[in-house]
Nanobody
Framework: QVLLEESGGGLVQAGGSLRLSCAVRGISVMIYHMGWYRQAHGEQRDLAATLARNGTADYADSVKGRFTISRDNDKNTVYLQMSSLKPEDTGVYYC????????????WGQGTQVTVSS
């Protein structure tokens, strides 16, 4: 059984930092592409950051320079370090893992809420 479990969300003031974690079971973060997506209330789910199996990271323009995606192969965990947070970063953050094709066809966690107050 594949399980992705996000944690680390919460309430933070603008300018602050949070680190999200995605503990993965049933697939390897070294073999799968991994990503963080976010969904603001009433809006569609959008990409925040991805980490390809070869270690290449990619970011949405809105988070470049502020967010960093990484993985710990031994812990089979993916992280999203978020700094200089803005109110527009508020939303539910989802972890995803997929072997090929689109992330939407892969495995997803239940999400963790991030709220940035102004």
């Amino acid at each position: 059984q594949v399980l992705l479990e996000e944690s680390g969300g919460g309430l933070v003031q603008a300018g602050g930092s949070l680190r999200l974690s995605c503990a993965v079971r049933g697939i390897s973060v070294m073999i799968y592409h991994m990503g963080w997506y976010r969904q603001a209330h009433g809006e569609q789910r959008d990409l925040a950051a991805t980490l390809a199996r070869n270690g290449t990271a990619d970011y949405a323009d809105s988070v470049k320079g502020r967010f960093t995606i990484s993985r710990d192969n031994d812990k089979n965990t993916v992280y999203l370090q978020m700094s200089s947070l803005k109110p527009e970063d508020t939303g539910v953050y989802y972890c995803a893992g997929w072997y090929s094709g689109r992330a939407q066809l892969g495995h997803w966690g239940q999400g963790t809420q991030v709220t940035v107050s102004s």
